[in-house]
């Protein structure tokens, strides 16, 4: 049998992950050492892929806090942080051991599966 998450505690990890994106969002648009961060990891048009993963955040967090659309929010959010393991974590895993990829990829790992969570849960 599936337990689900009550209502109340459903609410506060919706705000839980929406704060995170929000603030992630936010702090990409605002801070200019992120630019940087995108032109290093060899993406194509990091200034542009910065301010499209900026909004995205922005916007899905605004709609996973209001606990609507989440079956349109969710899913970016999810390539997100699966993208973000790779480009960001997974080097860490190849150069530094286990041990330091583990400690890196802590709130991707929380994050990746709350968003799962959300997903998974029917009511929208």
């Known amino acids: 049998m ?19 994106f929000l603030t992630s969002g936010t702090m990409k648009l605002v801070v200019s050492d992120f630019k940087v961060s ?19 955040e922005i916007a899905c967090g605004m709609f996973i806090a209001g606990r609507s659309y989440l079956h349109l929010a969710v899913p970016p959010l999810i390539l997100i942080m699966l993208v973000a393991l790779y480009l ?9 051991g286990l041990l330091s990829f583990l400690f890196e990829a802590r ?6 599966i709350l968003l799962l969570i959300i997903w998974d849960r029917k009511e929208n």
């Not at 995108?38 to 995205?56: H, K, Q």
């Not at 960001?88 to 530094?96: E, F, G, R, V, Y």
């Open 2 to 20: 599936k337990k689900q998450l009550t209502k109340p505690l459903y609410s506060w990890v919706c705000y839980s992950i929406a704060f995170v």
């Open 38 to 56: 995108f032109a290093e990891l060899g993406l194509p048009f990091p200034e542009l892929t910065l301010f499209i993963v900026a909004i995205l």
């Open 88 to 96: 960001t974590k997974l080097p860490i895993l190849l150069s530094q």
């Open 107 to 112: 709130l991707d790992i929380v994050m990746l």
